[in-house]
C-alpha cells in the first residue's frame, strides 16, 4: 500500500499544474480623425487543458446619423477549444465621443472590450499605430501611448483587456484668440472714445 | 421706435454688436462646445461646413451635405424679410431676433476664425461683414415701419418716411449683394 501510494503521489506530482491561462494579443493600426478608422486585429492562443470562452463587446451608442453599414456593434463569443488559436481583424469606423471643444480637446474611447471569465487567467497585450490626422494637436495623452511623429504609439501589457481612452489636447486657440482680443480693445476703445 | 434722436441704426448696431460678443465668447470658452447650427440665422456657417472649411464637421463621420445656391438665397432671405415684418409687432421681436442673429453670428464666426485657411477666413470675414450690414438695415427698416405703424395707432397718417425708403432700398441692394457673394463661395 506504501508502494502504491508513493507511486500515486510522484504521478501527482508529475501531472503538470492545473492552469486556464489564455494569451491575447491585440494589434491596431488606423488613423484618428474626426472619425476614427481603426482595424483591429486579434490572436487568441488557448495553451490550457480545457476550453474558454471569450466575448467581444461592441457598446451600441452608435448616434443616429452614423449609417449602421459602417459599424460592426453587437456581441460576439468565441469558444476556444484546448490549443486552439483565434486570430480575426475587425474594421471600425466611429466619432470620437465628446464634442469638440477648442480648449477641451477631445476623447476617443475605442469601442470594443473583451469579456473573459474572471477565473481565467489573461496575458494581455495590446499594440500598434494610430495616426493623428488633425491639426493643432498639441499632446495626446493615454495610458501605454506615446506620441511621436503624429502617431500615437500603443504599447500595453496588462493582466485584464483594457478600454483604450485616448485624449487629444489642442494647441491654444490662437486665431480665435486673436480676433477676441481686436474685439475686447476695440470695445475698449470704443468706451474710452465715448467718455 | 422712432422717436427724436434716436437712431435706428445705431440700436440695431448695439444689439447685433451685443448678441455677437456674447456669442463669440459663449464659444470661444466653451462654454457651449459646440456652434449651434442653424442656416436662417447665421447662413456662412454651412457654407463653411459644405466647403470643408470648418473642421470638426467631420467629427460626426459624415461628408458635409452640399449647398446649393438656393438655399444660400433661403437662408440670407429669411432673416431679412423676418426682421423687416416683424417691425410692425412694435419691433419687439426684431429686436430679439437681431440679438439672437449676432450670437448665432458670434458663434460661427469662432470655428470659423480657428480652423478655415487663411484665404476662406477672410473671404468668410467678409461676407460676415455683407450679412451684417444686411441684417443691421432690415432691423432698421423694421424699427422706421415700427414708427409708422405706431404713428397710425396713435390717429396720424400712414406714412413710410424717406429714411424708411433709403433702409429699404439699402437692405435689398445689401442682402443682394451678399448673397451673390455666398454665392460665389458656394462655386468655390
Known amino acids: 500500500v506504501k508502494a502504491l501510494l508513493a507511486v500515486l503521489m510522484i504521478i501527482l506530482a508529475a501531472a503538470p499544474a492545473y492552469s486556464q491561462q489564455v ?15 481603426i482595424s483591429v ?26 449609417p449602421p453599414s459602417s459599424y460592426q456593434f453587437g456581441e460576439k463569443k468565441i469558444y476556444l477549444s484546448p490549443g486552439e488559436t483565434f486570430e480575426e481583424t475587425y474594421r471600425f469606423t466611429f466619432p470620437l465621443a465628446q464634442p469638440i471643444g477648442l480648449w477641451k480637446g477631445l476623447e476617443l474611447r475605442y469601442p470594443v472590450q473583451l469579456i473573459v471569465d474572471p477565473e481565467v487567467e489573461v496575458e494581455f497585450t495590446r499594440k500598434g499605430r494610430l495616426r493623428v490626422e488633425m491639426g493643432d494637436v498639441r499632446r495626446v495623452v493615454c495610458q501605454g501611448c506615446r506620441f511621436e511623429d503624429d502617431e500615437v504609439l500603443i504599447s500595453q501589457e496588462a493582466d485584464l483587456p483594457q478600454r483604450l481612452d485616448i485624449h487629444i489636447q ?11 482680443s481686436i474685439m475686447i480693445l476695440g470695445l475698449i476703445a470704443f468706451v474710452v472714445k465715448r467718455r | 421706435m422712432r422717436r427724436n434722436g434716436s437712431n435706428p441704426l445705431k440700436v440695431a448696431a448695439l444689439l447685433f454688436l451685443s448678441g455677437f460678443y456674447l456669442g463669440y465668447t459663449v464659444r470661444f470658452f466653451d462654454i457651449i462646445p459646440e456652434t449651434l447650427d442653424s442656416g436662417y440665422l447665421y447662413p456662412l456657417y454651412p457654407l463653411a461646413k459644405a466647403s470643408s472649411w470648418v473642421l470638426p464637421y467631420f467629427r460626426h463621420g459624415l461628408r458635409p451635405s452640399s449647398l446649393s445656391a438656393l438655399d444660400v438665397t433661403r437662408y440670407n432671405l429669411f432673416p431679412a424679410a423676418l426682421l423687416i415684418a416683424t417691425g410692425s409687432l412694435f419691433a419687439l421681436p426684431t429686436m430679439i431676433l437681431l440679438f439672437i442673429i449676432g450670437f448665432f453670428t458670434g458663434m460661427g464666426l469662432v470655428e470659423i476664425v480657428q480652423y478655415a485657411p487663411v484665404g476662406a477666413a477672410l473671404y468668410l470675414l467678409l461676407t460676415t461683414g455683407l450679412f451684417t450690414a444686411s441684417m443691421l438695415y432690415c432691423a432698421s427698416t423694421g424699427f422706421h415701419l415700427c414708427s409708422s405703424v405706431t404713428e397710425v395707432i ?6 413710410l418716411s424717406k429714411t424708411l425708403l433709403d433702409h429699404l432700398l439699402l437692405s435689398i441692394g445689401i442682402t443682394l449683394l451678399s448673397i451673390a457673394v455666398q454665392i460665389m463661395g458656394v462655386r468655390l
Do not use: K, M, W
Open chain 1, 41 to 66: 486585429g486579434y490572436r487568441i492562443f488557448n495553451p490550457a487543458d480545457r476550453g474558454v470562452s471569450i466575448g467581444f463587446y461592441f457598446p451600441a451608442h452608435r448616434p443616429q446619423e452614423i
Open chain 1, 170 to 180: 489642442f494647441a491654444p486657440p490662437l486665431r480665435a484668440g486673436l480676433f477676441y
Open chain 1, 23 to 37: 494569451i491575447i494579443e491585440e494589434t491596431l493600426e488606423g488613423s484618428i480623425s474626426y472619425q476614427s478608422n
Open chain 2, 154 to 159: 396713435e390717429g396720424g397718417e400712414f406714412r
